[in-house]
């Protein structure tokens, strides 16, 4: 009964809030359940399109979203975008509403341009992978374009597929965003986890 009134009173608030704005669209990447309950009651509150971004598996693979709940967004959205192709294929069986393919990707004139590297920078190359990569074959795939490359991997987040044995992938499974960002600015760490 506490969660209900608590979830009212958090539905009150963000009506409140959206009657002091002129939203005109709304866009949730669900990722918990708070995300899926404000852009609901935002869609209902302004009646603004609602355009939904699914960025990782959890929603097929985990308990963390209700089946429930995503249908009920699943629902309201005008348009759901996943992705990948494979996510695209994995959402639209399990919830049997269209997807679309839409990549995080950054524009070119966004990125540096190439240079070359050497050999002593690459041996002292490390990089974090944050978040999932959506299948074994995939991430396999990665292992063997960094093996080859020198650099080292520090992997936060699900440890699904690949061989743990590779030295250049160290594999650190979740952690607090207060650690991960205390992580991410130091040299990697050699030993296996």
């Not at 939904?52 to 975008?81: C, E, G, K, Y």
């Not at 997807?99 to 341009?113: A, C, H, K, N, R």
Request: with cysteine.
């Amino acid at each position: 009964a506490n969660g209900g009134a608590k979830d009212r009173f958090a539905g009150f608030i963000v009506r409140e809030i959206a009657a002091l704005l002129q939203v005109e669209r709304i866009l949730v990447v669900p990722y918990m359940p708070d995300d899926v309950h404000t852009a609901l009651v935002l869609r209902q509150a302004t009646r603004a399109p609602l355009a939904t971004w699914v960025m990782d598996d959890q929603a097929v693979f985990s308990q963390n979203l209700s089946r429930a709940l995503l249908d009920d967004l699943f629902a309201q959205s005008d348009i759901r975008f996943v992705i990948s192709p494979e996510m695209k294929e994995e959402y639209q069986k399990a919830f049997d509403f269209p997807f679309f393919v839409l990549p995080p990707t950054v524009s070119q004139e966004l990125l540096g341009s190439a240079r070359q590297t050497s050999e002593a920078e690459i041996g002292s190359k490390s990089c974090a992978l944050i978040g999932n990569v959506w299948s074994g074959r995939w991430l396999t795939r990665l292992e063997s374009v960094i093996e080859s490359s020198g650099w080292k991997v520090n992997c936060y987040g699900h440890g699904a597929g690949g061989t743990p044995d590779r030295p250049e992938f160290v594999r650190k499974g979740f952690v607090s965003e207060v650690e991960l960002a205390l992580a991410v600015s130091k040299p990697l760490e050699r030993a296996q986890c």
